[in-house]
């Protein structure tokens, strides 16, 4: 028993039913059905979707976020205070201390990463959709939602010569592979670099110095670095299509992520002085920041007041004294 293709098999009925909800809305619109940049814009719908119902979730990811990085000098001390203790009771001391301090600040380590968590079954729910289109349409087989003649559709569409449901490894390319390999490799690249940049802008702009130099900073380090790597490497086993999906999801986070630093952007963190100045600079007051505490608003608000002002003033040339003849 597939105890894995059981789990997923709800996921490929949604996956596949969103994508031909917006095939048959685009067809309606007059594109052609069997034609791939229809289909191609059905995937990209699809992203549109899940990323829209995920931004509740963006937004508890965000506070979690930033309740992580305000306790930062709380578990430094802590830390300290166990450092070279290596007994049984000790380390349960600081286990209980270390939870004690996530639900005062209502956080804890892995909701950063709930959105990638949600979106993963989707994710291997649309590869086995995708990768298993040319075995489905030999045996004359529908997949998920997709009827049998929705199936033949798809497998016989392509973009720029390359099939949607073709991959760089496996091939499915037929004569078109060379396009097929090419596409892919500049799609890999896409993915992994909208990736790597999401990452380094959070890291340079958004965050406090307390958390650049936390511990937690060293994992998010590495993970700057590992995480695009991974894809890139597993994007070579990755149909056309789901390249297409990871790209675009990859976009929009991107994007998200940009809005957010430029926004609402971490308490004492570059973005968050770069965006008090503006509006001291237009007259405006400082914004209540996500996750800010009073006295560090009101701290910031004084420091972009008076940054502001001294720009605003002009320093007057000072005359030199004549000596008299």
Known sequence: MDIFGTILAPFKWLVSAIMIGFHDGLSVLGLPGANGWTWTLSIIGLVLVIRAALIPVFVKQIKAQRGMQLLQPDLKKMQDKYKGKTDQLSRQAMAQEQMALYKKHG??????????????????????????????KQGGQGI?????EQVKQ??????????????????????????????????????????????????????????????????????????????????INFPIGVLIYWTTT???????????????????????KALAERRAA????????????????????????????????????????????
Request: aromatic share 8%; net charge positive; charged share 15%.
């Open 250 to 272: 990859n976009l929009w986070t991107m994007g998200q992520q940009f809005f957010v630093i430029r926004r609402m952007p971490t308490p004492g963190s570059p973005a968050a």
């Open 154 to 235: 798809f497998d016989e569409s392509s973009i720029f010569g390359a099939p949607l449901s073709a991959s760089l490894l496996h091939g499915g390319g037929g004569d078109s592979q060379v396009i097929v390999s090419i596409l892919s490799i500049v799609m890999i690249l896409a993915m992994t670099a909208s990736q790597f940049i999401t990452q380094k802008q959070i890291m340079a702009k958004n965050m406090s110095e307390e958390a650049m130099a936390s511990p937690f900073m060293r994992q998010q380090k590495m993970m700057l670095y590992i995480l695009p790597v991974v894809f890139g490497v597993g994007g």
């Open 282 to 325: 237009r007259g405006l007051p400082a914004l209540p920041l996500m996750g800010a505490k009073k006295a560090d608003a009101e701290a910031a608000e004084a420091a972009a007041a008076a940054a502001a002002e001294a720009r605003s003033q002009r320093v007057q040339p000072q005359r030199k004294n004549r000596k008299k003849k």
């Open 144 to 148: 998920g939602a997709m009827s049998p």
């Open 107 to 136: 956080t804890n380590p892995f909701s950063a990463c709930l959105p990638m968590l949600i979106q993963m079954p989707f994710f291997f729910a649309l590869f086995q959709v995708l990768s298993g289109i040319s075995t489905a």
